[in-house]
């Protein structure tokens, strides 16, 4: 990833916080393959402590067991890149932050790790919005192609977009 990489991603980051700020709304994120770096566009952002709270980095499935409750059998069962996983890591960040919405992401960046069913660059995105009494999630999918680095980014970048448009039209 290069630096306009990165200054591309805060600039999405950017456009979120101000949405987030619009609704006086509170983000959170839970990443597995991005390793962080959508919550480190997000802190890009001069003033994002108004709007994001917490940042969880589950790399492991254990770690989206402990920090995000993310049901240990579900790996077995669907494995940890699947829609239901992402949203279960998408509703535990929001439920552990207090978060009026919360991202996830979970891929296969490559270069290794894929299968047929399941390719480098498959990631899995997961969004819980918490509207007062009545929560939604949603799952969806993306398949990246490129590098390691690439598919990184363009999930971070599908993430941060997804997101800015869950907000707008909530």
């Known amino acids: ?9 805060c600039t999405l980051a950017a ?4 949405a987030l ?3 006086g709304w509170r983000l959170a994120t839970a990443e597995s393959c991005t390793g962080g770096l959508l919550s480190a566009a997000v802190t890009s952002v001069a003033g994002s402590s108004d709007w994001f709270g917490y940042g969880f980095v589950t790399y492991s499935n254990a770690a989206k067991t402990d920090l995000l409750a993310v049901d240990a059998a ?9 829609p239901e996983v992402a949203r279960a890591m998408a509703q535990g960040a929001r439920h552990r932050a207090a978060a009026d919405i919360a991202v ?3 891929g296969i960046a490559g270069p290794g790790g894929g299968s047929p069913q399941k390719p480098v660059g498959t990631v899995w995105f997961g969004l819980a919005v918490g509207d007062g009494s009545a929560p939604r999630s949603e799952s969806r999918h993306m398949l990246f192609e490129g590098d390691r680095a690439s598919v990184r980014f363009q999930a ?5 977009r997804w ?8």
Not at 15 to 18: E, Q
């Open 163 to 170: 997101a800015r448009q869950a907000v707008q039209t909530a």
């Open 156 to 160: 971070a970048a599908f993430a941060l």
């Open 1 to 9: 990833m290069q630096t306009s990489d990165f200054d591309a991603l």
């Open 74 to 82: 579900l790996f077995s069962q669907v494995g940890a890149v699947s």
């Open 21 to 23: 700020q619009q609704r």
């Open 104 to 106: 996830s992401v979970t």
């Open 15 to 18: 456009d979120l916080g101000t």
